[in-house]
């Protein structure tokens, strides 16, 4: 027999099946198209872009007809002076022109008063930014996010305090002081209410840049409730105050009627405004600047317009 030689035949080595990406294909069943499917949002946006505005404009008539008869009227010594409807809204407008100016002007007079307002409006404005929400039901609210989430609320609440303090503040009342006798005082009282006025207005942006802050915090409901009624208790109470100094700087450089007496005076009286019964002047009087409530008269001879801050300066005695 022939010599039988033995060959070992090694195996190929095993090689593991690529991985199989599986796809699923889900067919939906085709839907007519319907008009209710496809509704126009333009009239739903159309309807809140209107009540938006109209919400605007009243709020704006609401400061300039309060900030009139609050603020206005009794810097000019005469409390029941009478304010038209449409005069809220003029007003109102003058105010949010004269809104860059004052502020202007208070930092020029205060800047260190300046920087605060601006620090005050940066701290919320920048943690609006970081504040991230997180839907109910969701993972776990870290436990750093709930230590800074508590720290806002009490960081609202101090800044509360500190803006109500600023309103009813001595410091505040003290420069917002009722029409001068001396017309030579005119222009540190304007001055003074620019001043007020300014500040005023740095508080209502950071009031409610606050306001919008808590209610994005994630803190406990009954935390949330406290700190956001607190917060918009602050936001109305700072804003009846900007009404009230801004509407008083916008009165005041707003030009009015300079007309004649009938009684054969050659001395130009200013016209402030009406009462139920009389007419409101301002007029100059053995060198003091008085106001003056007469009768209503049928009448009236307008020589020319000018603010009051303007008649005040006109009336300065010439110290050559």
Known sequence: MPNITRIKIKPLPVRPNPTRTKVLLVRQP????????????????????????????????????LGYRLGFAPIVRVRDLLAEPSGGLATGIIMLISIPRVILSAGMSQTVGLMVGFILIAIPGGALAAVKSYPRGGPRIPTIVNVFSI?????????????????????????VNELPFQAENGGQWLENLETVSGFDVLAVVAASCWVVLVMRLTIPVWLKVLSASFAFFTLVVVTVAMSMSNATVAQVITPRSIYLADDGSVDARLLLGST???????RQTEGAIVVELISLPSTLTVIGTQSIVDYLNDHVPDQR
């Open 151 to 175: 720290t806002g609320a009490v960081a609202s609440a101090l800044n509360g305090i500190v803006l109500i303090w600023w309103t009813v503040s001595a410091y505040r009342n003290g420069m």
């Open 276 to 282: 139920r019964d009389h007419f409101a002047t301002l």
């Open 30 to 65: 085709a839907k007519v198209a319907r008009p209710v499917d496809h509704a126009d949002p333009m009239p739903r946006r159309l309807a809140i872009g209107v009540i938006v505005a109209l919400g605007v404009v009243l709020a704006v008539w609401l400061m300039g007809f």
